[in-house]
Nanobody, 120 residues
Framework: QVQLVESGGGLVQPGGSLRLSCAASGSIGIIYSADWYRQAPGKQRDLVASISPEGISAYADSGKGRFTISIDNTKKEVYLQMNSLKPEDTAVYYC??????????????WGRGTQVTVSS
């Protein structure tokens, strides 16, 4: 069973930076693709960033130019680099990743989220 655990969240001042990590465990062979979502209090869950099996990344307008998604298949981790953070970035951030285990089994798993709070 593949599990994802997000980390790197916390309290940061406006204009600051934060890098979220999503560690995959469970005999991962390769992570094909990944997404980051976020959900603010009282708001819908929104897709923030995605990266395709071809390595093409895409971003919501809210994070475009400030956020970068990446996959490190050596460490079996997914990252979301967030720069120039704004109070409206405050949310719980969730990682989704898909790929194959070392046994050739496909997986598509979700983490339980990490809190990001941007406040002065």
């Amino acid at each position: 069973q593949v599990q994802l655990v997000e980390s790197g969240g916390g309290l940061v001042q406006p204009g600051g930076s934060l890098r979220l990590s999503c560690a995959a465990s469970g005999s991962i062979g390769i992570i094909y693709s990944a997404d980051w979502y976020r959900q603010a209090p009282g708001k819908q869950r929104d897709l923030v960033a995605s990266i395709s099996p071809e390595g093409i990344s895409a971003y919501a307008d809210s994070g475009k130019g400030r956020f970068t998604i990446s996959i490190d298949n050596t460490k079996k981790e997914v990252y979301l680099q967030m720069n120039s953070l704004k109070p409206e970035d405050t949310a719980v951030y969730y990682c989704n990743a898909a790929g194959r285990t070392v046994w050739g089994r496909d997986f598509d798993s979700w983490g339980r989220g990490t809190q990001v709070t941007v406040s002065s």
